[in-house]
């Protein structure tokens, strides 16, 4: 996700964001990390999908 991106899910400039990385560090640093944080549960959904469909495709063998 790129920094227009994480604004526009934000509601706020990306500007905005820059500034809050220079004048509020640890909000920014809060935000980031609630946003890996999604990243890594849409990362296990997809894996957990991919192992469910390799576990039917090996059981039907």
Do not use: C, H
Not at 1 to 11: H, I, K, V
Request: no cysteine; glycine share 4%; net charge positive.
């Amino acid at each position: 996700m790129t920094q227009r991106d994480m604004a526009g899910y934000l509601g706020v400039t990306p500007m905005t964001l820059r500034n809050w990385r220079k004048e509020k560090p640890n909000l920014y640093k809060i935000i980031m990390q609630g946003f890996a944080f999604e990243e890594a549960i849409e990362s296990a959904k997809e894996n957990y999908e991919k192992l469910e469909a390799l576990k039917e495709k090996v059981s039907k063998k």
